[in-house]
């Protein structure tokens, strides 16, 4: 097996732009997370340079994440890690069941609604509409968004405001499938509350994209540093369509759904990447006061199902 070209993985990577706070994120959760979650500034830095941010540009979505609460920042002396915040740990860790989950979830045939009550601001009503998107709901008109398996408490406290406030007027319901003869079925109600083609038009791109490369590792080795920037774009662009992907279970599904295709081809391209990236990480991460952070072995864990 012969060693990959820069040149090959240069042409690789300037296949799509990368946003330098949505990567920032990607790496803090996949890669940085199992070594502790705390990293230097300078060492992202270094991470992330690969991949095509300068300083300037980390520094800047560093600060901007910061402000929207994804990171916070802990001093050291002169200098400062930066650490995922609560929110910012319990939004990627919810993403992370889903990104190296083995399977589509399960569905217990029951629907679960929140019915928006009252009257409120269009403003209000969109910034609802965008946040209930975000959590994988459907809508039906203004008033009545769907899913079929979200777990509706968890859903309403993120939805919450400071302190925990709950969101006033929302209503959560559970309902069950009657079988009363009607024409309409499970199909129609998925087909009017999600956009699937668009999000299957998606999942096709990112398997174009990934197929090839796949093929190439199937004939090449790529060095531990190359390895590590493979990762960490493959787990960004996944965990970017999982974020528009409402994760419904098989059955509501299209036959030959390419989720399910681009779940396999990311699980087999992690699995072949993990160790090179990890003894790339092992050399590149560090602390402001000069430590190496040690792996809790999570990393090994994942996509554990499609090893063998």
């Known amino acids: 097996m012969s060693a990959a070209t820069p040149s090959d993985l240069e042409d690789f990577c300037r296949q799509r732009p990368l946003r330098a706070g949505s990567l920032i994120v990607s790496a803090f959760g996949d890669a940085v997370l199992p070594y502790g979650g705390r990293l230097w500034l300078g060492s992202l830095i270094r991470l992330l340079r690969p991949c ?68 409120r601001p269009a403003k209000e009503r969109e910034q609802l509409r965008k946040a209930l998107f ?50 309409a079925c499970n199909a129609e109600l ?7 083609p668009a999000l299957a038009a998606s999942y096709a791109g990112f398997l174009a994209l990934y197929r090839p490369l796949a093929e190439r590792l199937a004939a090449t080795l790529p060095s531990d540093e190359q390895a590590l920037r493979l990762r960490l774009l493959l ?28 779940r396999r081809l990311c699980a087999a391209l992690y699995r072949q990447l993990l160790a090179p990236s990890e003894a790339a990480l092992a050399a590149t991460l560090s602390l402001a006061d000069g430590r190496r952070p040690h792996p809790d072995g999570s990393a090994a864990g994942r996509f554990q199902a499609f090893s063998g």
């Open 134 to 183: 975000w959590q994988g709901f459907g809508a039906f008109g203004s008033d009545c968004f769907v899913h079929p398996g979200a777990d509706l408490a968890a859903v309403c406290e993120a939805l919450a405001g400071p302190a925990g406030v709950p969101c006033p007027g929302l209503l959560p319901l559970l309902a069950a499938e009657a079988d009363c003869g009607l024409p």
């Open 52 to 119: 095509g941010l300068n300083e300037r540009q980390v520094r800047t979505a560093v600060f901007r994440l910061v402000r929207d609460e994804w990171l916070h920042p802990e001093s050291v002396g002169r200098r400062a890690d930066y650490c995922l915040t609560a929110v910012g740990r319990r939004r990627f860790e919810a993403a992370a069941r889903h990104i190296y989950a083995a399977e589509a979830p399960r569905w217990d045939g029951r629907w679960r609604l929140l019915l928006v009550l009252g009257e």
């Open 235 to 262: 787990i960004h662009d996944y965990r970017r369509l999982l974020l528009r992907d409402p994760q419904l279970p098989a059955a509501l599904l299209p036959a030959d759904w390419p989720g399910e295709q681009a």
């Open 190 to 196: 998925v087909a009017r509350a999600w956009n699937l």
